[in-house]
């Protein structure tokens, strides 16, 4: 019993980090109908901004860590606004193919770019946050990095289903959502809402990725590739532009990872998320809570 | 000077179109060219093992440099031609053709990991030009054929010295594994382990698994906390090594963990913090060895490389260089097949790592030292010999 909580535990805030991730897929993708690949990379740029950030404050200081966080968050956002004005824009107007390998070039460039400047090594990540671990009477351990992953992914959940719902912006980016033709007439400026979009999902990668690397102390700038692609499945398994759907998403993967882990049949946890993709979309097409569309012809 | 291997015959050639009166002077070039002995190197300089790469690459660097200050052998001296392979087996196929077919080089050096070595090889094998691994500890490397060697022990020899390492320094009768899959250094280090350890009436009582690249671990040390072991040994390389020991830790494991020679490397310590302290691997030499070789090579190489202290894959990258140079003197040719004899011939070779004796499966046999982890510094415990 405790090994199954403890593992619940772990596989929680493993899926709470795919959540945060899975957030900006799915929100590119509710607006612009297309998949940024280029989103698990901006992971890793998070990591890294965090982490130098990190050179100049004092470490295990909750105030500093939350200001390192905001930073982090802020360089991504603007980052993931520069990438959408200077690369996807140009394209709006063009087949979604071409804009789909747009983004998989500009994964490659930030994956190459950071393996040159930051260099290709593993490096060690400060603790940003303080440290303490909670054991229960059966020996259970919750770390305070695991639980600051949690109440940070709700806190963003909540504010980003707020923003979404309760303001004139979320309000315009569901209307481009809806229509980006009929949004434009009726006087939401879609260039604009889209490059907050861009900005708000870029920014949620960013705080994936320093709550990623606190819990596992070891950044590389190719380390944005796999939870990247388990993200995307994660987004995908939730129903793709539905933001409830890609953080339950991102949790059941999660949980369900942990426990294939923890079991003998630890080999094949990949290739079991991966087939979980595939039979999701064998049998509802549009994930677990999206909404089948009927397309115009 | 990578891009100088490229530029130099281009630009020879420019030459010779542009100055056609100057015919001579590609003739002397390619004269010069015969003048050295070229030796291919295909190093993990970055991506994931590129800790040990690197260390591996200035050690031979360090003992080529030196040979050349000697006058070289056979009249000639050495130019080590080095290309990275990002740590990936793709690019170490590509390297290896390169380095042969291009460059022509007379013998290749290569690699730490074993699972890299084993893609060179049968290259190596095929065009008959000889190979020496410095460091890769998997039999299969050298069982590949006999133009394929190796300075290191082998992991048949590792794995049961450290389950009699287990057994008797750590006392430990119930040890939980968790072994890299996607390493065939660890996968076989893991078994050669095992076996040793059960005959010896010790018992595995979990056995988990993982793929290099991994960065959580909590699963499976959450699956082997519940064997509740008194050792964990976790034969993997050093960056996995450093977070497995941190999230042990962090679940509130106290017990000991222990691993092979993938452990060594400053990375360990940097990413692994106050969590890998008591934890223990077995290596090639220690920097602390008080014989006057180890001390000599210790301060030569701590003058060039800024005061940086060689680790075992930079002795052993530095007696593979020597080794070489040995069997192309007493061969005196640099011709494949000759080279490969002397090589197989060598006896009682002394460098870094003790004395190197090249056995008919072309592996060599040599001592281990243990080390372990202490106030955040690598700590010399024992040397046991085979």
Redesign the interface.
């Known amino acids: 019993m405790?090994?199954f909580l403890?593992?619940l535990i772990?596989?929680l805030s493993?899926g709470a980090i795919y959540a945060l991730i899975a957030l900006g897929y799915t929100m590119v993708y509710g607006v612009l109908r297309f998949i940024n690949f280029a989103h698990s990379d901006i992971f890793m740029v998070g990591a890294f901004a965090g982490y130098y950030l990190g050179h100049y404050l004092p470490a295990e200081n909750l105030g500093c860590g939350l200001l390192i966080l905001a930073g982090a968050m802020l360089i991504c956002a603007l980052l993931g606004m520069t990438i959408e004005r200077l690369a996807y824009r140009p394209l709006r107007n063009r087949s979604k193919l071409n804009v789909l390998i747009t983004a998989i070039g500009v994964s490659l460039l930030l994956e190459n770019a950071g393996?040159f400047f930051f260099?290709?090594?593993?490096?060690?990540y400060p603790s940003l946050f303080p440290v303490h671990?909670f054991?229960s009477a059966g020996?259970i351990?919750l770390?305070s990095n695991q639980l600051a992953v949690f109440i940070v992914a709700i806190l963003l959940l909540v504010g980003l289903q707020f923003i979404v719902l309760r303001t004139r912006i979320g309000t315009a980016m569901r209307a481009v959502s809806f229509n980006h033709i009929a949004s434009s007439l009726v006087g939401i400026n879609n260039d604009v809402v889209i490059s907050f979009t861009f900005g708000l999902g870029s920014a949620l990668a960013a705080a994936g990725g320093i709550l990623?690397s606190v819990?596992?102390?070891?950044i590389?700038p190719l380390?944005g590739v796999?939870p990247g692609l388990k993200a995307f499945v994660a987004a995908v398994l939730g129903g793709i532009g539905n933001i409830p759907g890609a953080a339950l998403g991102g949790l059941l993967l999660g949980v369900i990872?942990?426990?294939?882990?923890?079991?003998r049949y630890?080999?094949y946890t990949?290739a079991i998320a991966f087939a979980l993709l595939i039979l999701i979309l064998l049998f509802r097409p549009a994930g677990l809570l999206g909404k089948l569309q009927v397309e115009k012809v | 000077m990578k891009k100088w291997c490229f530029l130099l015959p281009l630009s020879v050639l420019a030459l010779g179109l542009v100055l056609p009166g100057c015919g001579q002077k590609s003739a002397e070039t390619a004269a010069a060219d015969d003048a050295v002995i070229k030796v291919g190197e295909y190093a993990s300089l970055?991506?994931?093992e590129?800790?040990f790469g690197q260390s591996s690459h200035k050690g031979t660097e360090l003992a080529i440099e030196e040979l050349n200050t000697q006058g070289g052998v056979l009249g000639k001296k050495f130019k080590l031609i080095s290309e990275d392979n990002?740590s990936k087996s793709d690019e170490t196929a590509n390297i290896s053709h390169k380095l042969i077919s291009r460059d022509k080089v007379v013998a290749l050096l290569g690699e730490v990991a074993s699972g890299r070595s084993l893609i060179a090889a049968p290259i190596c094998q095929e065009n008959h030009i000889p190979m020496i691994s410095p460091s890769s500890t998997n039999p299969k490397v050298t069982e590949v054929g006999d133009y394929i060697f190796r300075v290191c022990f082998t992991d048949p020899f590792q794995g049961k010295l450290l389950a009699n390492f287990a057994k008797k320094s750590l006392k430990a009768t119930k040890v939980a594994l968790l072994t890299d899959?996607a390493a065939p250094y660890s996968v076989g280090l893991a078994s050669f382990f095992k076996e040793p350890f059960l005959a010896n009436g010790g018992t595995i009582v979990a056995e988990?698994?993982?793929?290099s690249?991994d960065?959580?671990f909590?699963?499976?040390l959450?699956?082997i906390?519940?064997g509740n072991p008194d050792a964990i040994f976790v034969p993997g390389y050093y960056?996995e090594a450093?977070?497995i020991s941190?999230?042990a830790r962090?679940?509130?494991i106290t017990v000991p963990l222990f691993g092979g020679d993938g452990w060594e490397a400053p990375?360990l310590i940097?990413?692994g913090?106050k969590a890998v302290e008591g934890t223990y691997y077995s290596t090639h030499y220690s920097a602390e060895d008080s014989s006057p070789v180890v001390q000599e090579f210790v301060k030569k190489y701590r003058a060039k490389f800024k005061g940086e202290t060689p680790d075992a894959m930079a002795a052993l990258g530095y007696d593979s260089a020597l080794v070489l140079a040995d069997a192309i003197k007493r061969a005196g040719t640099t011709d494949g097949p000759k080279v490969r004899d002397a090589l197989a011939a060598t006896k009682d070779f002394v460098g870094i790592t003790g004395k190197t004796t090249l056995d008919a499966a072309r592996n060599a046999t040599k001592g281990a030292v243990i080390m372990t982890i202490k106030d955040g510094k690598f700590k010399y415990v024992e040397t046991i010999n085979p």
């Open positions: 405790t090994e403890q593992q772990n596989g493993l393996q260099g290709a090594k593993s490096k060690a671990n054991t020996g351990v770390s990623y819990n596992y102390q070891a590389d380390m796999l990872e942990t426990f294939v882990n923890g079991s630890s080999t990949d | 970055t991506g994931k590129a800790a990002q899959v988990q698994k993982f793929s690249g960065k959580d909590k699963a499976q959450t699956a906390k519940a960056t450093a977070l941190q999230q962090q679940l509130g990375e940097e990413i913090g």
